[in-house]
């Protein structure tokens, strides 16, 4: 058969059922074979937004992200979502087209050298050198992007070897002799761990995206309701731990909750479950949690002691791991379940006196924290929501609360604008029976909007919330504050009319601009078949708070 | 109190800390690598990416030839060689890393110098050579080159040794290093 019949047969191995993805020179034999291949292909208009739906898909469904690129420009457009799936692991295998094999290394039309370019962020890459190697590189790709601590594969494929007449035959013995990822967690170290929980009077759990990755909030819940312990979660875990929850403290880090964060501050001894001690957790790292010890479980060894030295490591899948901690800390006996009254006391203290809070507007005004707070009234609460970056991504993940993971869809590591378009589709695409909404900014909408056409060509109903201030807001705001109200290129101005362009996209277009009716006209909203833009019009120059200023420790929280 | 075996709760008191401290000397990490296309480069571009100097680096086939080895040294004072491990081996061709023990271990550098020397110099120059146990590759009326192996160290004072007479070029391959004993590396 040929070769691109045979990535065909792979991908429908591998279980894949929509790729993502625009045709060139360079694969055109493999976009011949989508024709008879049965497989569904989503043509998107730029192939970032084929990687970020790729991305969206997967964080939603916990499956594989499939995207196609061609070679050159169409390489290098997926970088972007390559490196967004490596910070924040997610699984998704890029296939690219490459110039005939005579060509390369001669700066041929449209070569570039993706495998040297993305070598750097990718968890690994295939260029195949002969026809016979692609089935077995797929399969390989697909392992590894999902197994571990997943992320972004690239198989680059140059165009006459994909036209090659290969015998296919499913790959079942995968030859990676030098990846074995430790999965199930160390025994004893897990039986210390709980034994350290059970003396801590301070204990804090910080969960990650890691126990989303894991499909491990069952287990969270479990160990964290086995004692109290409290429990925060990083921009990339919300969900992990249902909220709301008596015995949760909202978000960590740069904008998550004073409470949060000054639990940390004070806290005696951290669990640390599937997150890395990103800058954006830690503050001024010298003076992050100065009276914590750590207690850190992830999948990958080299997270472990990176930034914060653990004094109990475990290296293991986050699920595994939890249920074993889950079964340690029950049979411990002596456990003086009144230690942390204490603890709870501080918390409650904190709870009430700093509440996320903002000031009310007193006219019909659209505060954006209330614009958020609105949707999750309009959406009941059930919906997936992506985001893009920006401070609309903090207040979404400040007012939205996630009863449950891969509900919350965002660009943490790499903070990427234009991400939440495309992954609201991929999203849509995985999970056809859930509403799924996009809070984007002004700005960063327009760096994908052409994927409203994708929406809209394909009949996939997401709902687009621009958060529309007219600034590059965040940005704005770290003017306002560190750089003396200088504000320099930040103001995007009245442009583009956001209706007319979802309109000329052949999506519904709306403008909302009163608070009074904000609720009942996103219902409205959600209730349009198809692809909806709404223009949300909200105070121009409005601070996300609280905030940990860029290199203070957290008890030095502004707003 | 706090053992794992038991069943005593443990203070937190006790739990130190572990990995990622620098221990301040020269490490010498031996890499199986699959002898796979752009394996070196990713190897480099790792050290690159993660701001990691290294001093040395040599790259050779070894007895099987689906194997590559790579001897890398770097500065245990300027990076945690714990993190630098984990790091390599998140690279899905490397299948092994040693952090080989400079007393359990046979390491070698070879190096080239070309020294110029005239008349009575040369004599000297040889001299010393011989002293180092070097070997006279080459010879012009105004030039001399020596063939030096050992460590890095006797590399080094070889090389202080012959600066004073003009060096005009020196080659060094790096550092190779196989443990000693039976087992392997």
């Known amino acids: 058969m040929r070769a691109v019949d045979a990535i065909m047969e792979c991908l429908k191995a591998e279980g894949v059922e929509v790729v993502f993805g625009l045709p060139g020179g360079a694969n055109l034999p493999t976009y011949d074979a989508f024709v008879d291949a049965g497989i569904r292909h989503v043509l998107v208009r730029h192939e970032a937004g084929g990687g970020h739906a790729a991305e969206g898909y997967a964080k939603a469904t916990g499956k594989v992200g499939v995207a196609f690129a061609t070679s050159g420009p169409g390489a290098t457009n997926v970088v972007t979502p390559i490196v967004d799936a490596m910070m924040d692991s997610v699984p998704t295998v890029f296939i690219t087209g490459q110039v005939r094999t005579d060509l390369i290394g001669t700066d041929g039309f449209q070569e570039t050298d993706t495998l040297g370019i993305t070598m750097p962020v990718v968890k690994h890459s295939f260029q195949i050198r002969s026809p016979l190697e692609i089935p077995r590189a797929i399969h390989e790709a697909f392992h590894l992007a999902r197994s571990g601590r997943p992320g972004p594969v690239v198989v680059d494929i140059p165009v006459d070897l994909s036209r090659a007449d290969i015998a296919y035959e499913p790959v079942t013995d995968l030859h990676l002799p030098g990846y074995q990822p430790t999965t199930d967690g160390n025994t004893k170290q897990i039986r210390q761990a709980a034994k350290a929980m059970a003396s801590a009077r301070r204990p804090v759990i910080y969960a990650g995206g890691g126990v989303v990755n894991s499909g491990a909030s069952k287990e969270l819940v479990e160990f964290a309701t086995s004692d109290r312990f409290p429990v925060t979660c990083t921009l990339m875990g919300l969900g992990a731990f249902p909220a709301p929850h008596p015995q949760w403290l909202g978000m960590l880090g740069m904008h998550g909750t004073r409470t949060a964060n000054y639990a940390m501050d004070e806290a005696d001894l951290i669990c640390c479950v599937g997150a890395r001690f990103d800058d954006r957790i830690t503050g001024k790292l010298s003076e992050f949690a100065p009276h914590a010890k750590f207690i850190h479980i992830d999948i990958d060894p080299a997270e472990i002691s990176k930034t914060v030295p653990a004094h109990i490591p475990i290296v293991g899948d986050c699920r595994n791991v939890l249920t074993k901690l889950v079964k340690e800390y029950r049979a411990l006996e002596g456990v003086d379940t009144t230690r942390t009254d204490e603890w709870w006391q501080m918390i409650g203290a904190w709870q009430e006196k700093h509440p996320l809070a903002y000031t009310e507007s007193t006219d019909a005004e659209i505060k954006p924290q209330y614009m958020v707070q609105a949707l999750y009234e309009a959406t009941g609460g059930d919906a997936i929501v992506t985001s893009d970056v920006g401070q609309h991504q903090m207040w979404a993940a400040q007012y939205y609360h996630f009863p449950e993971p891969r509900r919350w869809i965002n660009s943490g590591g790499l903070g990427t604008m234009g991400f939440g378009l495309p992954a609201a589709l991929g999203a849509a695409v995985g999970c056809p029976d859930q509403t799924v909404v996009c809070i984007a900014g002004d700005g960063s909408i327009q760096m994908n909007i052409q994927e409203l056409a994708t929406c809209a060509e394909d009949k996939i109903p997401v709902k687009v919330f621009i958060m529309n201030n007219g600034y590059l807001g965040m940005v704005r705001q770290w003017q306002e504050l560190f750089w003396d109200k200088r504000y320099s290129h930040v103001d995007m101005g009245s442009f583009p009319d956001f209706v007319k362009l979802a309109e000329a996209y052949g999506a519904t277009g709306m403008r909302f601009t009163d608070k009074t009716t904000l609720v009942d006209d996103m219902k409205a909203a959600l209730a349009i078949d198809g692809p909806v833009v709404c223009d949300v019009r909200v105070t121009r120059e409005e601070n996300t708070y609280p905030m940990i200023a860029p290199g203070q420790a957290a008890r030095e929280m502004v707003g | ?185």
């Open chain 2, 1 to 185: 109190m706090g053992e794992p075996g038991t069943k005593e709760l443990l203070s937190l008191d006790e739990l130190e800390a572990a990995g990622n401290l620098h221990s301040g000397r020269k490490h010498v990490l031996s890499i199986l690598v699959e002898n796979k296309f752009g394996v070196l480069t990713r190897v480099a571009g790792l050290f690159a990416r993660r701001g990691y100097n290294i001093d040395t680096l040599t790259v050779g086939p070894t007895e099987d030839e689906q194997y590559s080895r790579i001897t890398l040294t770097f500065d245990g004072a300027m990076h945690s060689v714990d993190q630098v491990t984990k790091q390599l081996h998140k690279l899905i061709n490397v299948l092994k890393i040693r952090d080989l023990d400079p007393d359990g271990t046979v390491a070698r550098e070879l190096a080239l110098f070309k020294v110029a020397v005239e008349g009575a110099q040369r004599a000297e120059v040889m001299q010393i050579a011989d002293i180092f146990r070097g070997k006279v590759v080459d010879v012009t009326r105004r030039s001399v080159i020596i063939e030096i192996t050992g460590t890095t160290d006797k590399i080094a004072a070889f090389e202080r040794m012959v600066r004073p007479f003009g060096l005009i070029e020196m080659m060094r391959t790096g550092e190779i290093a196989i443990s000693r004993g039976r087992g392997e590396t």
